[in-house]
């Protein structure tokens, strides 16, 4: 039975205070409980909110309302101790917070612009390296990095928050627990983004892939993350009204805390000024705990988030719930324990330890049944609605975006497996998996998912669906025409790299040759991001239109319902033991309760253990393999003759990080005939123990540099940074001329040696108090060395000075004869004399 | 003391270890999800479908 009785009144105030409207719901309320067969009151009222302003308004327009009373007989479907007389429910009223949905949603356009837009400069870039006429801040090195951070923390982070403030509300049938934390939580991150955009391009980097912001940025991004969103979200879910926690919600859980915990421990750092922090982890250790990060940063900020999300946007589209609710539980617990364990498949045949790499592998292959678990469970639940799909663009997107969700994750295991990765890995093929991933998972879930939000959030129809059809077909297009190309790339790199002509030298000893073989399909790619682009340009344009044709005023529906009681016992009758009467063990019988497994029904209901249960399922996982990699002292064999970096090769180091080679040159020789040939004898553990961060790539677009010290001359580097096809024709390597024009400011390497110091170099008191002369010393000798090379005279105050000083150490001290012990200088001696003349600094 | 425990143990079956924890927990998942009833599944998977409160709320 179901009444309906029509209300009206002017509501003042904020959005969840509707205190007319509460009287009359109120008055009305136990009235309806008091006629016994109706034990539920749903009061639905659409309050209207003035859109010309950008912010939620100070009032609210009531432009319609009505009670809708619904009868049902099933007394035990109201929560324990709340049946009977009316009057013990206490009925609130909630609207949900479209706003900040609107504001997320609105910032994954325009940061999907950006980013993808950064995405074809540097695309660009690769291929015509002289269009930055020099600029240092539009560098390839320094640009990728934008590139990376626009796309997964600015595009798909706000998406994953449209998201998360959308469905959460409506699966906890509740308001975010606070506005305010809300829009901390939007701007925060907004700001985050800005910081990200100048920081980056100025070369400010910790020169790690995906954690390139430097330590402040990064406590903003902790707090932010955890304090204001995670703090938001887990009290909406306490305050929710809706028992079971749906399974989208469970991802999101498992979302917000791990990626908490991987920035955290990967970003541990020891400031040396507002604008540098050394890793606390060196070389084999910081590799491991930041593909720990990378790794989980996939896992967790781009698959997770996006599971919940199709978890519930696809069925909200589809009209249909999730093919097996069973299945997703699986998908779930599946992917949290096992993805945590996969990080090191990013790491097969360098120094880091076998066993860990792995013991990667296994759980990376793993972890292809609970994915494609998850693909099919999407896939499926379009069963019987596939004519829908021809029709709804939006339906389109999720489906192609879950087909690549299911490539990418048949692709990722497949990568992960050693003799695949020998061939794949520093080439083009890990790029074309990472984009079909990003282009079609991420891309195709986001705007399928925006698609379907817009015109539920302006309040009226998309301007054009033709546009969106268009959107539809031009980024498939564009995907394949990104990818196909890169993958061919990939494996001719990978075959040109390895293959040995029959005297068992090299076929293509120039890498530059493998680089020119590729690059018509870089070409391809330029054509295939233009296309992306262009689709999300069509979003844009289509997104402003219908914006512009929203209604004066949005409606906000209202909702009255109870709140959940906190003690609740099920109503539902307990099945019977069959093991009551059994002449068993109580043993058994206890064993078969617990195996009914009502706990974990128990555990799914309450958001704060379950929190902690994810939390400790993933730091378990990680001690398993952390623990091992830290303390076993045989994992990083020392080498006696490795030495810290001398000040002037740290502050070349430095340079080499804010310029962000690594993402064009690796420095980690793997033990394959191939790379032993081109490079020289393979990496070992004990040679990075000083590096941090450490910088072994993932990448070839340049040369391998771990044993680049004395391969060349200091002239030659000289000559390549001013202009590289010179000395090397056909390179893609951008001019550096700016460092053969910048002084070197000496004085400011002193923080970066004393933090280097204090975690663990062991430079001497008088090294640490001459830091600047030092530093002086050598950089005079390789200019001198340049001039009588043939270069330019009085340079030693230049950058490049110190860049050379580092490249000419790379590698070396593997074959350093170690010298006869000198005695310890005192600090009281001039620093000229305290250092054994016999050993140049720029050989130490 | 730490340090001494810390030397003593062998941290080499960790690997082993894990490989098994993982695999217990997994059965385990696995099982409590087979023992879900389809009710309550059902009615789990319908929760997206709609904005508003219904009854029944809980399990």
Redesign the interface.
Known sequence: MELVAPLSGFLCGEATQFPELASEASALAPYLLGWRPINRVVLQVKAAVPTHDATFPPFFLLASSMATVTANDQHDAVPNGDSGSGGELQMEQFSYDDTIVRMFAAATILWGLVGTLAGLIVAVLLILPELTAGLPWLSFGRLRPLHTNAAIFAFAGNAIFAAIYYSTQRLCKTRMWSDTLSHLHFWGWQLVIVLAAVTLPLGITQGKEYAELEWPIDILIAVVWLFVFGGNFLMTLINRRERHMYVALWFYIATIVTVALLHVFNNLVLPAGWFKGYSVYAGVQDAFMQWWYGHNAVAFFLTTPFLGLMYYFLPKAAERPVFSYRLSIIHFWSLVFIYIWAGPHHLHYTALPEWASTLGMLFSVMLWMPSWGGMINGLLTLRGAWHKVAADPVLKFFVVGITFYGMATFEGPMLSIKAINALSHYTDWTIAHVHSGALGWNGFMTFGMLYWLLPRLFQTKMWSEKLVSWHFWTGTIAILLYIIPIYAAGLMQGLMWRDLDETGNLTYPELIETIQAIIPLWWLRVVGGLLYVAGVCMLSMNAVMTWLARPAEYEVPVYTAPRLTKHYDEQVPPSKDELADAPVLDVAKKLNIWARMDWHRRWERLPVRFTVITTIAVVVATLFELIPTFLIRSNVPTIATVQPYTPLELAGRHIYVSEGCYNCHSQMIRPIVAETIRYGEYSKAGEFIYDRPFQWGSRRIGPDLAREGGKQSSFWHWRHFENPTEVSEGSVMPAYAHLLADDLNFKAIQPHVMAAYHLGAPYSDAELEQVEKLARRQAEEIAAEIVQQGGPAAMHEKQAIALIAYLQRLGTDLFRTEEPEVAEPTIEVDVADALPEEEPLAQR | MLKDL?TAID??D??E???A??VA??LG????????SKQ??????????S???K?????
């Open positions: 810390l941290f080499s960790c690997a270890f894990a490989l924890l993982f927990a997994f998942i696995v099982y409590g999800a087979l023992r879900l309550a599944a059902e009615r789990f998977a319908s929760i997206p479908l904005d508003q409160v009854d029944p709320r809980h399990e």
